[in-house]
């Protein structure tokens, strides 16, 4: 079984409480973000903590800034390509903000959030995409997903990931429906 309550199987599964209903509405899209905490720092555990409500401000100046934002996504693929969820594919995540994707408004509403662990200034692992293609098929095959983006697509006034270095190819070369480059 792929799928249980909206949460993939070969998913570690760290719920967050940051999370709504979903309207009744279709999952149709995906969202492609970049996180690194504290910024361009990988592997110190504080995207977890940040999604679970229990950042540890006083560790650095930057999360300080932040911890007091209640966000989410729905999954993480962090640079070694551990795949983890925090919320259910049947909830609404906190990880697309003030959005639109043609002409819908809300995004969160009707899409999926995928954090990968980096930053728009270097590329990639291929231990993340070795875990990201799947669950993009999983995700496709489960849900009527017709788009997948980068939140610097819904969100273009203030958001830039998942950045330049994202390998979109990769994607459409097996047959994933990216709605831009």
């Given at each position: 079984m792929t799928w249980h309550n909206g949460f993939y199987a070969?998913?570690?599964?760290?719920?967050?409480?940051?999370h709504a209903p979903r309207p009744d509405v279709a999952v149709s899209l995906i969202v492609l973000h970049n996180i690194s905490l504290p910024p361009f720092e990988y592997g110190t555990g504080a995207i977890d903590d940040l999604f679970l409500n229990r950042l540890a401000a006083a560790t650095h100046p930057f999360l300080r800034s932040i911890a007091d934002l209640r966000v989410s996504s729905h999954f993480l693929i962090e640079r070694s390509g551990c795949l983890k969820q925090y919320?259910?594919?049947?909830?609404?995540?906190?990880?697309?903000?003030?959005?639109?994707?043609?002409?819908?408004?809300?995004?969160n509403d009707f899409s999926v959030g995928i954090e990968l662990e980096g930053c728009d200034f270097e590329p990639f692992t291929d231990a993340q995409y070795a875990a990201l293609l799947p669950l993009l098929h999983a995700l496709c095959r489960h849900y009527p997903i017709d788009a997948i983006c980068g939140h610097s697509d819904i969100a273009p006034q203030r958001k830039t990931d998942p950045g330049h270095f994202f390998e979109w190819k990769r994607l459409r070369e097996v047959g994933l429906p990216v709605a831009s480059d």
């Open positions: 070969a998913a570690q599964p760290i719920p967050s409480p940051n919320v259910s594919c049947e909830r609404s995540a906190y990880h697309a903000g003030m959005s639109a994707f043609r002409g819908r408004e809300r995004c």
